[in-house]
């Protein structure tokens, strides 16, 4: 059977051609930006810089935090009118905690907005991950608790049985980086590495967005280092049919082992794997097979196949400790912070589109 083409993995392009073009931003995150003022009830002398910046962004009553994820198609008429097809999204993934986290864990509120009112939020693709031997659906929106263990914010990803921890990702730097001026003038790594970099390209001398449009004030964006906390496996349909919830589709339902299944080839990965490629571990309560050569994603992940069910199953895994790495918009060296909105920043970038 042809193995499907799918992997969760952060990832984004641009693709432009002739007198039209595709500009996609496809990224996964959970946090993110805020207005810049001071919202928390509890006392900050206990928290430590990179609670204290996570705060100032990520309470409700700061505006919360937002991260642009799109993907535009592009038309231009025979007088230069730009028209953006309908089938293109351009929106946030918004989240906030209601209080502090530093007397508790606390609850993230999670939703998802079009920045465009002319576009529509596409549906959200929902994770698949093995924990202690079964396979678990990510809750959708996500369910999150968010701690401060030490001088850190950890995110605690909750299945969607609202109860199994799927993911924990331990953030250790918040950096706060003010806006002002014309968001034509913005820092270059804030549209390289952020989907507001989409609108900078042009179609025939014509702009995505006013450019002599100004950040509202007090707006700002947030540079975010995480790390993954315990090995993170995920899984999918190796072929079709197409499936959701505990039951993927196996690569094979006739091959109950690893060592009968190889060897295999892969035609998400272009290659074929020999026994001898990997090692064979106990990953997340499952049997299973892991590749010693990266895949090359910006996060550095590794192939999996596992036994389940009387079948082999295909996955990858991201191991512990990894640092969560994002691709520039237009390719090159990935790096390690993630680039959120605060409220003020998303609001100017809402009345600065043209479309």
Same mark, same amino acid.
């Given at each position: 059977m042809k @193995?499907?083409?799918?992997?969760?993995?952060?990832?984004?392009?641009? $693709? #432009?051609?002739?007198? #039209?073009? =595709? &500009?996609?931003? =496809? &990224?996964?995150?959970?946090?993110?930006?805020?207005?810049?003022?001071?919202?928390?009830?509890?006392?900050?002398?206990? &928290?430590?810089?990179? !609670?204290?910046?996570? @705060?100032? *962004?990520a309470l409700a009553a700061n505006g919360g935090m937002h991260y642009l994820s799109g993907s535009l198609s592009v038309s231009a008429s025979s007088t230069g009118t730009l028209t953006v097809s309908p089938s293109s999204v351009f929106y946030s993934d918004d989240s906030s905690i209601a209080q502090s986290a530093a007397a508790g864990a606390q609850p993230l509120? *999670?939703?998802?907005?079009? *920045?465009?009112? #002319? $576009?529509?939020?596409?549906? =959200?693709? *929902?994770a698949r991950l093995l924990v202690n031997g079964a396979v678990y659906s990510s809750a959708s929106p996500p369910q999150v608790r968010i701690s401060y263990p030490g001088a850190n914010v950890q995110e605690d990803y909750l299945a969607s049985d609202g109860k199994t921890v799927t993911r924990t990702l331990l953030g250790t730097s918040y950096s706060v980086v003010p806006l002002s001026g014309l968001i034509s003038a913005s820092p270059a790594e804030l549209f390289a590495n952020n989907a507001v970099g989409l609108l900078t390209n042009t179609l025939n001398g014509q702009s995505l967005y006013n450019q002599q449009a100004s950040w509202q004030r007090g707006a700002a964006y947030v540079k975010v280092v995480r790390h993954t906390v315990g090995d993170e496996a995920f899984t999918y349909d190796c072929a079709a049919p197409a499936t959701t919830g505990s039951n993927p589709t196996p690569c094979s339902a006739t091959i109950s082992t690893l060592e009968n299944f190889f060897p295999y080839a892969s035609t998400t990965d272009g290659k074929t794997y020999q026994i001898s490629d990997g090692q064979i571990v106990t990953l997340a309560g499952m049997r299973a097979w892991v590749a010693n050569t990266a895949l090359g994603a910006a996060t550095t992940d590794y192939r999996v196949y596992y036994q389940n069910n009387g079948g082999i199953y295909a996955g990858y895994v991201i191991k512990d400790g990894t640092t969560l790495q994002l691709a520039p &918009? #237009?390719?090159?060296?990935? !790096?390690?912070?993630?680039y959120f909105l605060n409220s003020a920043a998303l609001q100017s970038i809402k009345s600065a589109i043209v479309f």
């Open positions: @193995e499907n083409k799918k992997r969760l993995v952060n990832r984004h392009f641009m $693709l #432009a051609t002739g007198t #039209a073009f =595709i &500009l996609s931003a =496809i &990224l996964s995150a959970c946090g993110g930006g805020s207005s810049g003022s001071s919202g928390s009830t509890a006392s900050t002398s206990s &928290l430590s810089d990179t !609670q204290k910046s996570y @705060e100032s *962004v509120t *999670v939703t998802y907005t079009s *920045v465009s009112s #002319a $576009l529509k939020v596409p549906a =959200i693709t *929902v &918009l #237009a390719g090159g060296t990935p !790096q390690d912070n993630y």
